[in-house]
């Protein structure tokens, strides 16, 4: 489940911009000690020995009760060294080379998720994108910042892997190596809400999305409205502009007034449960502008 960094999920022709984030230092560690005192109790000289046994007793439960709030969540093998770490959003803990952090809600505050990383010394973004069905538990977009070991990486997926999401046990995780230094930024596809727009890219073909086994390709847009609208599926177009050296532009500013049902469909892209956006043509090419080529047989 560990992909190194710089990978850019999905199949977009258009390539997300390279994520940036502040340096951090190369021995940068969250030292977590839990210190815990117990106020001294000033005793007469003379004093019945049950009494005093009393007062001891009561110190000391004082102290295991302030232990029983204090300690859920974390363990160590020795001062800042934190071995795992839990709170409502995700729970860490290192297993090996590895750090493995399992997302408990997918839809908590982010900030919970970098406050159980920081817990154990790492310095990780993690962001949650709504996902169409064959995106989550997929990398949207990984990257980082700043002194990193080389060789050390991060990565994200299923856990356990290769479970399928919505069965028992099955959730999101992150995998960091061990003595990965400086900052990680990493997005991850969870399960979109009802009525939650997509933040990845995928198209609408693929097996477990709304229009798997459909081919779009290469017909009018005619066509595969038609054939969407039978499953209820909802389309807008948008015009590209194929590139001299392969692959295509795409300008939300120039787009004209309306395209005719004879104008050619290269890919359809999900959008939610109900809708998609066909990439569309006036003219018919003489190769798919969209993957510069044939489109690959498992994306339809």
Not at 22 to 46: N, W, Y
Not at 106 to 125: I, N, Q, R, S
Not at 126 to 151: H, N
Not at 274 to 297: F, H, M
Request: hydrophobic share 40%; charged share 25%.
């Amino acid at each position: 489940m560990n992909i190194m960094e710089d990978q850019v999920g999905g199949l977009a022709r258009v390539r997300d911009e390279d994520l940036r984030g502040r340096a951090s230092g190369a021995g940068a560690r969250t030292l977590l000690e839990l210190i815990m005192t117990a106020e001294q109790v000033h005793e007469p000289v003379v004093r019945p020995r049950r009494v005093r046994r009393f007062v001891v007793a009561a110190v000391a439960a004082s102290a295991l009760a302030a232990a029983v709030v204090i300690g859920p969540g974390l363990l160590s093998e020795g001062p800042g060294l934190a071995t795992s770490y839990a709170n409502a959003a995700m729970e860490i803990e290192r297993r090996g080379d590895q750090w493995v952090a399992k997302v408990k809600d997918p839809y908590a505050d982010h900030a919970k998720y970098a406050e159980a990383f920081k817990a154990v010394g790492l310095d990780v973004t993690l962001t949650l994108l709504p996902s169409s069905p064959s995106g989550v538990g997929k990398v949207v977009r990984i990257g980082g910042s700043g002194d990193r070991t080389p060789g050390k990486g991060l990565g994200g997926g299923l856990e356990p892997e290769g479970c399928q999401m919505g069965t028992l046990g099955c959730g999101l995780a992150v995998t960091v190596d061990v003595g990965y230094t400086g900052k990680g930024v990493i997005y991850l596809g969870r399960t979109a809400q009802p009525g939650e727009r997509y933040g990845n890219w995928a198209p609408a073909t693929r097996e477990g999305e709304t229009l798997h086994g459909l081919k779009v390709d290469e017909r009018t847009v005619g066509e595969v409205r038609k054939e969407a609208a039978e499953r209820g599926i909802k389309t807008v177009v948008a015009v590209i502009d194929p590139n001299e050296g392969g692959g295509y532009g795409y300008n939300p500013h120039k787009q004209p007034d309306s395209v005719g049902d004879d104008w050619i469909v290269w890919e359809a892209e999900a959008l939610s449960a109900d809708a998609v956006r066909l990439l569309v043509t006036k003219e018919r090419l003489a190769k798919n502008p969209v993957y510069d080529g044939p489109k690959p047989a498992d994306l339809s």
